[in-house]
């Protein structure tokens, strides 16, 4: 495999109180911070070292420029971000509670990102070999969806390592069958599946987390299952086996991209074991708990700053973290 990524979805911009602990109407100003799951996976993957492409769209406007020079200037390849003068650069606005934990509108009528359409998704982009990782909006509107599954078409028959994380947000979906239904198809597409323990409940409609952990084993089949219990760190689940690995103790400022930090904490610390992962072959028990701890670094250190991207680590800055 090559240590190459492609991440699909969102880019937008999240516009931040700049004070914890007051609601959207009662904060005083905003801060603007670039954001999106995918594109805070891509930038996270980059700078772990992995050489990323990002796949989305965005308004011809000045936001629009904004992230794009934002994702370069984190050496994601921007090749294959599209610039529509159709829509305008999607914005959100988010609060964020004493702890950090974030509550959000968007300004989206529609937004860009939801535009990219199947033929913005170019073969080229999937030359070579590595991963693939989607999720989030894109599965909520059209034609991102039909994009997104086109991209993932491409990327199976290119033989990429495909990962996934439902990113769920009850609020944009108008009706939560259907995004049950169409999470676990996604699920039942990809190798690697990261949830939080709000979205395994979910996706397996019922109130116990290992009982939704054995529902989505069995139903959707990923081939490496990660679960992500905030501070408490997280769970990895392969073949019936199941590896607790505790989270790191640290004064968290905004949660906001810890999951996405986590997943490009995951899955560059298993790029050694990325082709092992698609042939669904069982990994050494000490590997996942290497993977395991990095992610939950990677995961810890996105809290310590406001916003994701601004937050995601480097390599160095993760092992400087684990050496301490
Ligand atoms: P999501 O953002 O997808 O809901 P989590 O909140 O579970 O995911 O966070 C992802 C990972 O980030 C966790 O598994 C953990 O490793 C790390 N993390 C999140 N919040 C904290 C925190 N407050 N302190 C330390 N680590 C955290």
């Not at 990782?133 to 993932?152: D, I, N, Q, R, V």
Request: hydrophobic share 40%.
């Amino acid at each position: 495999m090559d240590k190459k990524a492609i991440c699909l979805g969102e880019l937008l911009i999240d516009f931040v109180s700049t004070v914890n602990g007051v609601s959207l109407k009662e904060a005083p100003a905003f801060e603007k911070a670039p954001g999106g799951a995918p594109a805070n996976v891509a930038v996270g993957l980059s700078r772990l070292g992995i050489e990323t492409f990002f796949v989305g769209k965005v308004g011809q406007d000045a936001f629009g420029e904004f992230l794009r020079d934002v994702l370069q200037s984190n050496q994601v390849n921007t090749r294959f971000l599209k610039m529509t003068d159709r829509a305008k650069t999607t914005l959100a606005f988010v609060s964020l509670t004493r702890e950090g934990e974030r509550d959000f509108v968007f300004y989206r009528e529609p937004g860009a990102d939801t535009l990219l359409d199947q033929q913005d998704i170019e073969e080229e982009c999937f030359q070579g070999r590595g991963v693939f990782h989607f999720g989030s909006l894109t599965m909520t509107h059209e034609p991102a969806y039909s994009a997104t599954l086109k991209a993932l078409s491409l990327a199976k028959k290119h033989g990429y390592l495909i990962s996934f994380d439902p990113n769920l947000r009850p609020a944009l979906w108008k009706n939560l069958d259907t995004a049950r239904d169409k999470i676990r198809q996604a699920m039942s597409r990809s190798d690697v599946v990261k949830v939080n323990e709000e979205e395994a409940m979910f996706v397996a409609s019922c109130k116990d987390l290992q009982r939704a952990i054995e529902f989505i084993q069995f139903h959707c089949k990923p081939s490496l299952l990660a679960v992500t219990l905030g501070k408490e760190g997280c769970l990895l689940c392969q073949n019936g086996r199941q590896i607790r690995v505790p989270g790191f103790q640290v004064t968290s400022v905004d949660t906001t991209g810890a999951g996405d930090g986590f997943v490009a904490g995951l899955l560059s610390s298993l790029y050694m074991f990325w082709e092992e992962l698609k042939q669904g072959h069982a990994l050494p028990e000490e590997a996942l708990l290497h993977a395991g701890r990095r992610a939950n670094a990677v995961g810890a250190l996105t809290t310590l700053k406001k916003g994701a991207i601004p937050a995601l680590p480097t390599q160095d800055e993760v092992e400087t973290f684990l050496e301490e």
